[in-house]
């Protein structure tokens, strides 16, 4: 069975977990009053909207998470912000000494011209220690304006995985090459699956590579 929050629970036969994970950062002072995550999506999806509504002439955004995530939401709020005609103007806080720390250098040269075409900030070497209604301040003493904060640093797996009885690794389903967990009636993918066996960063490119595995193997079971 599982075991739903607000209505009956549902019979199975097999199982899939697919449910990635959260992006929130619990141990900075403010962040679950004044940031938004951006995992899960659907949260993040309103909150953006209910930003955009204020209709702000000059929004301040801090993005916290200067990978491709960071980067790629910088972007985009950017260009969404301008098409309704406002002159945002968006920080990237990265606590790594350059931004973009995990891939290829030539994708990290074009990503960053596109970000300096667009006028985008970066703080690097920096780390958040308080996120407040309007500001977020770093653990060098600098303040930086903020309208909306979000969060694309966190990797944390969802808290109810460790009630399952599943084998975990820091919180996340420990999967066999098949992508089965510890009962094999269950599967996992995508980031909330941990892949003991070759482990991966927490990115969706993998979760897209192990459809077709998981498809053929819920089948084959």
Do not use: M
């Amino acid at each position: 069975l599982v075991q739903l929050a607000s209505r009956p629970p549902i019979a199975y036969d097999l199982g899939s977990v697919d449910i990635g994970i959260g992006s929130d950062l619990p141990d900075i002072p403010g962040s679950a009053e004044h940031a938004v995550a951006a995992k899960p999506l659907g949260l993040y999806a309103e909150a953006w909207e209910a930003f955009l509504a204020r209709r702000l002439p000059n929004p301040r955004i801090v993005i916290i998470g200067g990978g491709v995530g960071g980067v790629e939401l910088a972007l985009a709020s950017a260009h969404r912000l301008r098409s309704a005609g406002a002159q945002p103007h968006v920080t990237i806080v990265e606590r790594e000494a350059q931004a973009l720390p995990n891939i290829g250098e030539a994708a990290r040269r074009a990503l960053l011209d596109l970000a300096g075409k667009a006028g985008i900030g970066f703080r690097l070497s920096a780390t958040a220690a308080r996120i407040g209604a309007d500001a977020v301040t770093l653990t060098s003493g600098e303040t930086l304006g903020s309208d909306f904060t979000l969060s694309v640093a966190g990797t944390r797996p969802q808290d109810w995985l460790a009630q399952t009885g599943l084998a975990t690794h820091q919180g996340f389903l420990t999967v066999s090459p098949t992508l089965q967990t510890s009962d094999p009636a269950v599967f996992a993918a995508g980031d909330c699956a941990h892949l003991a066996f070759a482990p991966r960063p927490k990115a969706g490119v993998f979760a897209v590579r192990q459809a077709p595995i998981l498809f053929h193997n819920l089948r084959a079971s």
